[in-house]
């Protein structure tokens, strides 16, 4: 791909949420159309088209590799959203793809073929996949970043080999995606952030950090740009500067990050070929004490005019996918369409 | 200020290798398990939840240290059985039904833990009804609910409102990242906190009122 484009679009004063989510649950079936390739295709093409957006951006479920993962180790469907591994898996299983992991790719074929719009693929983080397979991740990272190996400790063994198959899982379902058409691909790490890794840690080290991080998201994007696949990296946590800086390594087409970085400083770690996007507090949205209307304006307003300060190439949107929250829809959408109208 | 005791330090540095033999010493100096909870662990904890809201420690730091912490409770907890000891307070946490997030309430647990509150863990996904069985089944004084995503949120409205339908009165405190003290507010909960280290203090301004 023409990095190009994606600085283009920044150039060009593109606004967008990632908001495929609220578009899906205007729909009554909306638990049905994730199984349903050419419904789900379409319910991201009216995301885009809604929002006036060129990139067909996916619906956020970070919960797919892991039901893949688990269902191929002979896992039942029923315990697979808390099943936590407490012994090292031997061996190895193949990995088929799931019911909803061929919808995503039927959508990204559908919107291929028979649209415009930028075909794009996501997937989990290897690290942040890692976490939703064991009770605690937290303990055995802080005990690596210690200098606990595997030999000493039995529970960083575990999390060194669960994210061996966490990569694996995640390669084969970003395969599919590519081999389906997706000309990018958001790669979601949202637990890669200060809960899971100390700062105080850090400030002596990032040694365990790029080695359960960024040495299997360094693999990923290698395997993107063999297919000549965008890397759009993601992690809306809470970040040190480091993490940041590592990311924008990665070179990324763009960098998605949460709502608690300044971006306009963070342009100062992140290449000009890097598109900076987001960071609009927008899982608070649901509440108008604490992001008001107006708030919105002002938070969009100052972001576009930093950003413009700083001359980093940005794109105005949302700090994550934009959930739509039963009973306060409404609240949500306003804002989203405030925040789309600001120059 | 004085240097902390040295059980209350191996729990605060989480070193729990340690914390066995240092109990054992406790114990072979003539302290109770009651004097051991109360004067070591519960200060010990205590600090760890001070340096976490004063952003001198993080996540990562806490979790080791409440580790540390319940290999001390692995020794002292049965003697307390024994010796008829219970905590003052009891309180039943889970996250709500829909949301599968669990590590800010299981820090929150942890730190209720040692601030010797006896914390029944529904764990994830947790119903309504579920919420009344454990709140009824163990006569708690107080309930925590923890949800992380803004889409099980309403969660949090339908289990205040089953708690209170069942005509139960425990002081009901909410928490997670999209919470707020509003929105405990608005869905009738009767406390709200921001993360771990505060969960204590917040948990004790409502059981103590």
Redo the contacts between chains.
């Keep these: 791909m023409n990095r190009q484009y994606y600085l283009d679009l920044a150039a060009s004063g593109l606004k967008m949420p990632i908001g495929t989510h609220l578009v899906l649950h205007e729909h009554a079936d909306h638990e049905i159309i994730p199984n349903d390739g050419r419904r789900l295709g379409g319910v991201i093409e009216e995301a885009a088209r809604r929002f006036r957006c060129p990139l067909a951006l996916p619906l956020m479920d970070l919960k797919l590799e892991k039901e893949a993962l688990l269902l191929a180790r002979g896992i039942a469907a029923a315990e697979i959203?808390?099943f936590h591994f407490t012994e090292t898996p031997g061996g190895d299983w193949d990995i088929p793809l799931t019911r909803k992991m061929d919808a995503v790719c039927e959508a990204i074929q559908y919107i291929a073929r028979e649209t415009e719009l930028l075909p794009v693929g996501m997937g989990i983080g290897p690290f942040s996949l890692m976490t939703k397979l064991i009770t605690?991740p937290?303990?055995p990272?802080?005990l690596a970043g210690d200098g606990a190996t595997a030999d000493d400790e039995e529970e960083v063994a575990l999390l060194e080999r669960l994210l061996q198959l966490a990569s694996k899982t995640i390669r084969l379902y970003l395969n599919a995606q590519i081999q389906a058409g997706a000309k990018a691909i958001i790669l979601c790490e949202p637990a890669a952030n200060?809960?899971?890794?100390?700062?105080?840690?850090l400030d002596e080290s990032y040694d365990v950090f790029d080695r359960y991080v960024m040495d299997l998201n360094r693999q990923i994007r290698e395997q993107l740009r063999a297919a000549d696949v965008d890397l759009i990296f993601h992690d809306c946590g809470e970040l040190t500067d480091g993490m940041v800086s590592r990311y924008a390594e990665l070179d990324p087409a763009m960098i998605s990050l949460g709502c608690s970085r300044l971006l306009w400083e963070d342009a100062a770690l992140i290449s000009k070929s890097t598109v900076l996007y987001g960071n609009l507090p927008t899982?608070?949205f649901?509440?108008d004490?604490?992001v008001s209307i107006a708030k919105v304006r002002e938070l969009s307003d100052q972001l576009l005019s930093r950003m413009r300060e700083v001359g980093h190439p940005f794109i105005l949107g949302s700090e994550c996918d934009v959930?739509?929250?039963?009973?306060?829809e409404q609240t949500i959408k306003a804002k989203v369409d405030e925040f789309l109208k600001a120059e | 200020m004085n240097d902390p005791h040295p059980l209350s330090a191996a729990i605060i540095a989480g070193k729990r290798k340690d914390v066995p033999e240092l109990v054992q010493a406790c114990i072979a100096a003539g302290e109770s398990a009651q004097f051991i909870v109360e004067n070591h662990l519960v200060p010990a904890m205590a600090i760890v939840g001070e340096r976490f809201k004063n952003n001198e420690i993080f996540v990562p730091e806490m979790l080791i240290a409440a580790r540390a912490m319940k290999e001390a409770l692995k020794i002292l907890e049965p003697m307390l059985v024994e010796a008829g000891v219970k905590p003052e307070f009891n309180a039943v946490i889970g996250t709500v039904e829909g949301d599968l997030h669990d590590i800010g309430k299981n820090l929150v647990a942890m730190m209720w833990k040692g601030a010797n509150i006896d914390v029944i863990d529904l764990g994830v996904n947790v119903p309504p009804a579920k919420f009344v069985e454990a709140i009824r089944d163990n006569n708690a004084r107080l309930v925590g609910l923890s949800a992380l995503l803004t889409t099980t949120m309403p969660a949090m409205r339908e289990t205040v409102k089953a708690i209170r339908e069942a005509g139960l009165t425990p002081k009901i405190m909410i928490g997670g990242a999209p919470i707020t003290h509003e929105y405990a507010a608005e869905i009738g909960a009767d406390g709200y906190a921001a993360d771990a280290g505060s969960a204590v203090d917040a948990a004790m301004a409502l059981l103590k009122a």
């Design positions: 959203d808390t605690d937290i303990t990272v802080f200060n809960v899971y890794f100390s700062p105080n840690q899982k608070q649901y509440s004490e604490l959930l739509s929250v039963p009973g306060y």
